[in-house]
């Protein structure tokens, strides 16, 4: 596994404890559901990171793939729409213009280039 699909998975494993947390606290200090969906979409994208490194050492190879690519726009996008979310409710502050949009978008990006993947030729283990 090259260092960025070891990347994607500490990432998927920070977004999965966030994903937790922020459930915990839509549960007990809010009644806002926007951070609850939040955790919705940090739990989403842990698998889905976890799914796209996966996916890229399966095809083999060091070099990039469309699972990569989707893996790190999702991670992207997750950390913009939730982190924007939960700091709109948790301390009332805005990340900056846009960003819960701004990381919708690339994250739907993100799930177009993972898709992609279906079509990356694989790389076998005599190359």
């Known amino acids: 596994m090259n260092a960025f699909r070891r990347l994607l998975v500490l990432f998927a494993g920070l977004l999965g404890a966030a994903g937790v947390a922020a459930a915990a606290a839509a549960a007990h200090m809010t009644s806002d559901p926007a951070l609850a969906t939040a955790a919705q979409f940090l739990m989403i994208g842990a698998v889905a990171l976890a799914a796209c490194a996966a996916l890229g050492a399966a095809a083999g190879g060091q070099g990039w793939s469309f699972s990569d690519v989707g ?46 993947a279906a079509f990356q030729r694989g790389r076998s283990a005599t190359t």
Not at 86 to 105: E, N, Q, Y
């Open 71 to 116: 893996g790190g726009l999702i991670g992207l996008g997750t950390a913009l729409f939730s982190g924007a979310l939960a700091a709109r409710v948790l301390w009332d502050v805005s990340i900056f213009p846009m960003a819960a949009p701004t990381g919708g978008m690339v994250l739907i990006v993100g799930w177009l280039a993972l898709g992609l």
